[in-house]
């Protein structure tokens, strides 16, 4: 079974940027897919970005041309980069395999 486990996450100001990252042990990395979601305090959890086993992308409009999420077969990591950050990008950030495995998540927070 494949565990995730991300970090980089913190405090930054707005404009500012992170990169979270998620690394997934158990084998078959590079055949699974993944998504970055997020929860903000009393929202639902909504997708922000995925990656297919091939490397094809897919963006919530609401990021699109802000964060990049990108793969490390080799590291067996995902990557979520996250520039020109907003107020409204302050959530829980999780990590879920293709394979249905979740991360504990990592807490972004944008504030001056």
Not at 64 to 77: E, L
Not at 97 to 103: A, D, E, L, N, Y
């Amino acid at each position: 079974q494949v565990q995730l486990v991300e970090s980089g996450g913190g405090l930054v100001q707005p404009g500012g940027s992170l990169r979270l990252s998620c690394v997934a042990s158990g084998s078959g990395f590079s055949r699974n897919a993944f998504t970055w979601y997020r929860q903000a305090p009393g929202k639902q959890r909504e997708l922000v970005a995925g990656i297919t086993s091939r490397g094809s992308t897919n963006y919530a409009d609401s990021v699109r041309g802000r964060f990049t999420i990108s793969r490390d077969n080799a590291k067996n990591t995902v990557y979520l980069q996250m520039n020109s950050l907003k107020f409204e990008d302050t959530a829980v950030y999780y990590c879920k395999s293709s394979t249905g495995s979740w991360g504990q998540g990592a807490q972004v927070t944008v504030s001056s």
